[in-house]
């Protein structure tokens, strides 16, 4: 179901990780404040599929499709990128490149470098498609300003929120799809275009 979120999470998530030091807030230092309800407020570090270091603010610039996944799930995970994929092939192909992609683990200390490189190749994403593994407490961290709950079962599987979270390029939540399969909602895909054509 797509609906709209509210600043509420914002606060709740970095007062959820303002005892980690690596993700507590901190002074902006671009030229160009965020604004307030920008997510990228919070300082965590992630690393990509090519083992490149950066910092979840980096993701800022333009809008972005971001959800939270591990490589070894075997169900929703497939979905939501199955999903993200379909949400993207929707839009004109001068729009496409414009919507970054973000798919961040929830479970970094299996899933290296090489296996989420592994993942993008299974799943034939964009090359611009970013999949992230982020470091020490950031996952909780970002998980709680994203509102996607999990939790580690015996198994090794984690249950958690199947979900796909739109960002404008200044790291605002704009909107929410819960993802119950390939096919992304409508209504979500709209909001995307709309998101793109407000972006300069």
Request: glycine share 4%; net charge negative; charged share 20%.
């Amino acid at each position: 179901m797509n609906t709209l979120i509210f600043p509420l999470f914002l606060a709740i998530g970095l007062a959820a990780g303002a005892t980690a030091p690596t993700t507590a807030p901190a002074a902006d230092t671009t030229a160009e404040a965020l604004p307030g309800q920008s997510l990228y407020h919070l300082q965590a570090q992630l690393a990509d599929q090519h083992d490149k270091s950066l910092a979840w603010s980096d993701l800022s610039g333009q809008p972005q499709l971001v959800s939270m996944f591990y490589a070894n799930c075997h169900l929703m995970c497939p979905l939501i990128i199955e999903n993200a994929k379909a949400v993207q092939k929707q839009l004109p192909a001068g729009e496409r490149e414009r919507l970054g992609v973000a798919m961040i683990s929830l479970d970094p200390q299996r899933d290296t470098a090489d296996a989420l490189a592994q993942v993008a190749r299974n799943h034939r994403a964009p090359d611009a498609w970013r999949f992230l593994r982020p470091a020490g407490d950031d996952v909780r961290a970002l998980a709680s300003v994203l509102d996607v709950r999990y939790r580690f079962r015996e198994d090794g599987s984690i249950n958690h929120t199947s979900v796909l979270v739109l960002l404008d390029a200044q790291g605002r939540v704009i909107a929410r799809s819960e993802v119950v399969g390939a096919a992304p909602d409508p209504a979500f895909v709209e909001q995307v275009r709309v998101a793109l054509a407000a972006t300069p």
